[in-house]
Structures are given as structure tokens and as C-alpha cells.
């Protein structure tokens, strides 16, 4: 599924919905939460995950081709982790899962 | 770095000022965009959300694992698990300027 399917869907599922604002809720949500995280906080969506920044220390790392060093300076990388019911729903009818 | 926690709350608040619809539908629209996801993936299917990133979902294979306290040998089935990829404009927009932690940007290389 695509942003645009996703789209689609809510507004199928909402006909009285313009598409317009179909498309402007599913951004703004998007939005959101990458303007959250550009300020460094936590976006926590209980039963669906939570999205927080994570920092990668600088390190010395290495061109593969030629075997030069660079120097990789430090980033800051975004981190999703699956929330406990959305992991559940993921191995649902699945016979060989554990509890 | 601010520490806040951002949740379904302040998601709905965006969408009413953005969208003008009542507060109770911008939540219930939040949530139906949440559902959907959640929805597709547990279907097997990918999420691709552009400029944001993609969910996908992941077969692991049986593995042995071992309690850490007792030292115990536990097999752990086979699952599926979500990935988040994060799209470049992500990742952009969280090392961009105006971080105090950001260092100084380096035009020499051509990544």
C-alpha cells in the first residue's frame, strides 16, 4: 500500500470526506510526526509503535571500493519500534507462535 | 534535545487545525489512518509512505535463544516482524541545521 492508496482508502471509507482533506489528513499525520522528531521527540502511538531518533557516534569507516578511511561524522537516525499489539496482530492465526 | 512524547493527541490537534473538522472526527480519522496501516501489514502487505519511509514485514526463521539470567536454552519460533525503513527526506530533516548538535556540513565528499 501506497500514501495515495492509503488516501483512497480513507476516503472510501469516509465518503463524505473530500478527497482534498483525505489528503491532507494523511499528511498532516506524516508531518507531524517527522516535525516531532526533527525537534527530537518521541512519538508514541500505543498499539501501533513508537517512533524515536536514535544518535550514531562518529566512526571511522571505509571506502569499500578503494579501502580509504573517512572519517563518518555524527547522525542522528530515526527508529521505529513495533508496538506490542500491532507485533501480536503480525503472528496472529500463525499456529507455530509462541506466547 | 527536547524530550517530549508526542501521541495520538497531539496527531488529532494537527489535523483539526489543518483540516477544520471537529476534534472528535480528526481523532477518529487519526485513528482510521493508524487502523489502515496496521491493517495492510498484518495482511503481509508493504507500506510505502513517500518522503516518510516504508513498513515492511519479515519472516524470521526458528532460532535458539538462551535466558540471560539462568542460562537456559529457549527456542524461539518462527515470527514475523515489522521493519521501518526511513525514507532520505526523514533522515534529512532529522540531521538538518538549526540541531546544536549537528556538525558542520562537509562539501568536499560526494556521497
Not at chain 2, 519472516?59 to 516482524?81: C, F, H
Amino acid at each position: 500500500m501506497t500514501k495515495s492508496e492509503l488516501i483512497l482508502r480513507l476516503a472510501e471509507l469516509r465518503p463524505h470526506l473530500l478527497q482534498r482533506d483525505a489528503e491532507r489528513i494523511v499528511t498532516t499525520v506524516f508531518e507531524e510526526i517527522t516535525a516531532a522528531l526533527a525537534r527530537g521527540d518521541r512519538v508514541e502511538l500505543r498499539g501501533f509503535g513508537a517512533f524515536s531518533v536514535k544518535r550514531r557516534e562518529s566512526r571511522v569507516g571505509r571506502n569499500p571500493r578503494t579501502g580509504a578511511s573517512v572519517n563518518v561524522e555524527e547522525k542522528l537516525v530515526p527508529f521505529f519500534k513495533t508496538g506490542k499489539q500491532l507485533r501480536e496482530r503480525l503472528n496472529q492465526g500463525n499456529p507455530q507462535q509462541s506466547s | 534535545m527536547t524530550d517530549n512524547t508526542v501521541t495520538r493527541a497531539q496527531l488529532s490537534e494537527a489535523v483539526y487545525q489543518e483540516v477544520g473538522l471537529s476534534r472528535n472526527e480528526s481523532a477518529d480519522l487519526v485513528e482510521t489512518v493508524l487502523n489502515q496501516i496496521a491493517d495492510a501489514l498484518a495482511r503481509g502487505e508493504m507500506v510505502k509512505i513517500s518522503s516518510f519511509g516504508s513498513f515492511s514485514v519479515r519472516q524470521k526463521g526458528k532460532r535458539i535463544g538462551r535466558n540471560p539470567k539462568t542460562g537456559e536454552e529457549v527456542p524461539i519460533l518462527p515470527r514475523r516482524v515489522l521493519v521501518f525503513r526511513p525514507s532520505h527526506v526523514l533522515k534529512g530533516r532529522i540531521n538538518q541545521v538549526g540541531d546544536a548538535q549537528q556538525p558542520a556540513p562537509q562539501q568536499s565528499e560526494h556521497a
